[in-house]
């Protein structure tokens, strides 16, 4: 058997091991194995998932076989949801499967604590009302459920949980963590201990572009009243100002400078979306609080206190021209700076978990540590129930973007799916259906 960083070398690339290690400690629970459902489960099989746990009480059918990947012709007429494990298990060994010949809707009725077992719940083709009763269930033992529903090449996907919490949303554009228009003391003095003006043509051209834009920020702000650029005309103007330093047209590190400026625009201090986290009313944390909203309320002491209005520092630092000793001890600067964040972040955390009477010490260094390098990028998400969803009025929300042309066509297969399945709970069959 290969070894797992071997085996998921790819995708371990993309989520790290941390999110490799939560994919393999998930348990979850599949309701109706048809084409969505297994298709579902095949991708997370061969990501790697701790186990499943298929619930189907349906038989395998000719018809399935045009449409589902892991049933043949040798298991029609036998359990669905026992064939679909028994082939996801061929392409993962690693992972726990396990079956329960039930139809769902009925299981759903009568096991409503099975549920509470799992990371996740994934239910396929359910009318409406188990979908109300299911997400109830989840909503109250605090399990992530995700509907899907096909109907030949369309269909819908809709998750539903009271808040998930993402520490790594490894967003897709997103800042470099530079401190260039706010730097922290060590890193102005080193900053101040590098002659731009020097005559030395190697030294020159070597004089990576973070200290480039510290010094003519800094050089922008005395002669602004403490202001940077904001205007169109001013950054123009500013970037002039680093065009005029170059004493030669080689000299790649001013060019990166020019070409990072907009770093220098972005505002000071904390983003509005963390400003409303910080600021959340789960913030005020007491002995129940997840680990999640312990580190934000430590954050938001740390931005208060010593981070003077910042979050930790992240400590790393992108390539750049540079000699090699200037970046390395550029690179040590923002290392010694991250860590000593993470320390005062540290004993926050700990002076706030014994507060609120649990163990200092349940919150790991590795999780915190985590939490700390990507403060900047923290997600909180919430979902209405399914139950708010039907029976809530929103006909003027739907008006709205009936109207929008990014949203009108997926609004408009919205409503023609809703109308569908209302139409097969009172008539028990689905539009275009005949008999005979």
Not at 80 to 99: I, P, S
Not at 345 to 351: A, G, I, L, T
Request: proline share 3%; net charge negative.
């Amino acid at each position: 058997m290969a070894e797992p960083k071997t085996k998921y070398d790819r995708q371990l690339r993309i989520w790290g091991e941390q999110g490799q290690e939560a994919l393999e400690k998930s348990s979850i629970c599949l309701l109706n194995c048809g084409p969505t459902g297994s298709e579902t489960l095949k991708n997370l099989v061969l990501g790697g998932i701790g186990s499943i746990t298929v619930v189907d009480g349906s038989k395998v059918e000719l018809g399935d076989l045009g449409n589902n990947f892991l049933v043949d012709e040798s298991s029609v007429g036998q359990s669905k949801a026992k064939t679909v494990c028994a082939f996801l298990q061929e392409l993962n060994d690693a992972v726990k499967a396990k079956f329960i010949e039930e139809y769902p809707q009925k299981f759903i009725e009568s096991n409503s604590s099975f549920f509470s077992q799992f990371t996740l719940v994934v239910a396929t083709q359910l009318v409406e009302s188990s979908m109300v009763k299911l997400d109830k269930i989840c909503r109250d033992a605090n399990v992530m459920l995700i509907f899907a529903r096909s109907y030949g090449l369309t269909g819908f996907v809709r998750i539903s949980v009271k808040e998930h919490a993402v520490i790594e949303s490894k967003p897709d554009h997103f800042l470099d963590d530079l401190r260039l228009n706010n730097p922290w003391p060590e890193l102005r003095r080193f900053s101040d201990s590098i002659d731009l003006g020097t005559a030395d043509p190697v030294v020159h051209k070597h004089t990576p572009y973070v200290i480039i834009l510290i010094k003519i920020a800094e050089e922008w702000a005395n002669t602004h009243d403490g202001n940077l650029p904001s205007t169109r005309d001013e950054k123009k103007v500013f970037k002039d100002l680093i065009k005029a330093k170059m004493i030669a047209s080689d000299e790649d590190n001013y060019k990166e400078a020019i070409e990072a400026s907009f770093k220098v625009f972005s505002p000071r201090g904390i983003s509005p979306s963390m400003h409303q986290i910080i600021n959340d009313s789960c913030a005020e944390v007491n002995s129940n609080s997840s680990d999640f909203w312990v580190l934000v309320a430590a954050l938001k002491e740390f931005i208060a206190n010593e981070g003077g209005g910042e979050a930790p520092l992240e400590g790393a630092i992108p390539d750049m021209t540079s000699s090699t000793e200037v970046y390395v001890n550029l690179q040590k600067l923002y290392q010694a700076k991250a860590e000593t964040d993470f320390l005062v972040m540290e004993k926050h955390v700990r002076k706030i978990l014994k507060k609120i009477g649990r163990d200092p010490l349940s919150i790991s260094k590795a999780t915190l540590k985590s939490f700390c390098k990507n403060a900047r990028k923290l997600k909180v998400c919430r979902y209405r129930s399914t139950e708010d969803e039907f029976h809530s009025t929103v006909q003027l929300e739907l008006q709205k973007y009936l109207t929008d042309e990014d949203y009108c066509i997926a609004v408009g297969f919205y409503i023609l799916l809703r109308a569908v399945d209302r139409f097969a709970a009172n008539y028990n069959s689905f539009p275009g259906q005949f008999d005979g």
